[in-house]
């Protein structure tokens, strides 16, 4: 099978250049992944420090690294509820938690289950239906419901299967939340998986160590050809094939993602989901166990390809794609019709007889155009196509602004955890991530190191509110944990502490820090960054990209500014002018109560009004201008009318109410309701009519 012509070693060749040059090598791959398990870890830091009893895996094509900026793969998230203990055996049952006892009977489809609901004092079946979500089955068991999804699906754009799919904003990817539940063991229906050895002695025996440690999840949906589909629920061990899509080489990964353009380009057009990606990647982990290592090389990729849509086609024929890991599971069971079943078998023949030609037909990336290049069908002259270091470079500079990003999101998820909590429950939850981390990988010790400093900034900027209101000081314990977070970013830590020495009126302190930053500001190509609007910036210099492409995910701490926000426990830490904005609901109730200002608008009104009180006239002159000429020229602000409502005051302040109305009036054409604007139009009305 595999002793070919040599056209075929040649076109082979081609195509690995080909991906080579699309972004599918080892440089990308390695950075796509690290970029989304340090989020994935960000995540769980969070869950912890809130107390959530939750843990979120990123998956799929992206976390993989097993995707191309033309393929638009969305962001896979399993999010798993440790509230519940799922067995196997009756061993592993536990007192004073909610139990279920996996069920595979004659009513179940291979690859799912029941939960039947045990006691939680002792050992035995439960015999009272606790709500809504279990049932009585006609052996008296109570089940499970899998429609508990139901509850989380409010907001959401779509459904599909267990999974709730969440619109990506422009130039952001689209996120599917599958939730899940946890079982420590791995399941009895895939026990002989752990000992089958492949031609190719793949997966390894460490492979299926590791899979066996991290046991299973169940997730609520039933089979298509479930009897009944609201008790079954689906067995995963995606965490397994996690590892085993980790552990391929480039080669393999290349077929993958051809498998995926044909798919997209051919086989499922429209957006018509009949073969999914997950087909494509079992038929690729059959054939690699199948087939010996040596023949997964670059120079043989056309036929790598070949053999795997042969394989998918026989899947087709007999519409029946075993699951890799749990073989009874047929992923096709219920899948086609008879019409799409043969239109699609005719279509994967088409395709294996007449590949060369559909493959240079591929249009995603613009895999077919550079192919004939490559093959000399056409002159190099009539494309330009982006090098590999250029797209390598534009993949790493997203994957650190969507790290940076996922910095800014999980941080307005702790303040939003802080909103109610005492000074008490906040450091002790604050010592049990530090703790974590402290005994985490080197990994989990580097993404505590982005999230952690504003972590302690938050924390430290508490701690002077509480300070400043009893005696207008700033406690020594206060000053330790903000200047433990100054090196959260180029700028929005530092501007939190230059207000905090402002509010207690030590305005030479505030100045020299503000100095500081506007000096650094201007150092380095900075990138200004708040998740609160889920949208990319506008403009990102090549300065920028260099700097990304150059250094390790470490130096977004230094070319980028995120937006200062306060939450009401700050607010002896906030300017009088700044204050207004913490009583308006903002966002689509997303946050209460909080102040948010971009950081370069932010330093500059600091500028000025620390200016004024030093009654530096020329100095705050200067700073209203730039406070004036950032809001003309700065593309990428996110919290543009906060940042004209303060301008709006400091026009007040200068005896200028027009100028003051217009900031007003600008500011409310960027948000109409929740503004804080309009009690700012109506106390200066109010002002203006009473002289």
Known sequence: MFQEPDYREN???????????????????????????????????????????????????????????GLHSDIDILVCFHDCNIIQEWSEWEPDKLNYLMIHDENTTPGYCFLQLLRDDEPLPATVIPDEHHITDRRGRILYKNTMINDLLQGADQKHGPSIAEQGQPGLCDRDRVSALPCKSWPQSASGWLQIQGISRWPTQEMRRYAASNGCFVVPTGSKVSEYPELEWRISTTLAERCLMFNQNITQIRCYVLLKMILKSFLNPQDEINISSFMCKTVLLHCIENTESQIWKDNNLYTCLTYCLLELQNCVHNDCCSHFITTENNLMAGQFTAETKHELSKNICDFIQNDRQWLLSIDIDDVGHRLQVKLNRVPHRIYYFPSSLVIYENVKTLAYINIANDVSYQHMLILNFLLNKNIRTI?????????????????????????????????????????????NQVSPQALVWLSAGLNSDISSSRLKLASVFYSTGDMEKADLILRHTEQQYY???????????????????????????????????????????????????????????????????????????DSLPFLYFLQYKINRHLQRHQDQQQALCKLIRTLETDKNLKHRETALNILGQCMEQENRPQAALKCYMLSLQQRARNNAANYHICKLLSGLLVC
């Open 523 to 597: 150092s380095y190509p900075v990138l200004p960054i708040c998740y609160c609007h889920h949208q990319l910036p506008e403009a990102v210099t090549a300065e920028f990209k260099r700097l990304c492409n150059e250094q390790s995910e470490d130096c977004i701490k230094h070319i980028t500014a995120f937006c200062v926000r306060f939450i009401q426990k700050e607010i002896n830490c906030v300017p009088k002018e700044l204050q207004y904005e913490m009583f308006t609901h903002k966002y689509e109730d997303c946050w209460m109560d909080w102040a948010v200002v």
């Open 11 to 69: 076109l082979s060749l081609m195509l690995s250049e080909v991906l080579h040059d699309i972004g599918v090598n080892e440089r990308i791959v390695m950075s796509r992944r690290r970029g989304n398990m340090l989020r994935e870890i960000m995540s769980n830091i969070q869950n912890r420090l809130s107390g959530l009893n939750v843990t979120s895996y990123n998956l799929g094509s992206q976390s993989e690294g097993t995707t191309t900026i």
């Open 427 to 471: 450091k002790q939850s604050i010592g049990k991530v530090m703790t974590f981390c402290d005994n985490g990988t080197r990994l989990e010790h580097a993404a505590f190191k982005l999230l952690a400093p504003f972590i302690f900034t938050t924390y430290g900027s508490i701690l002077a509110s509480s300070s400043i209101g009893e005696n």
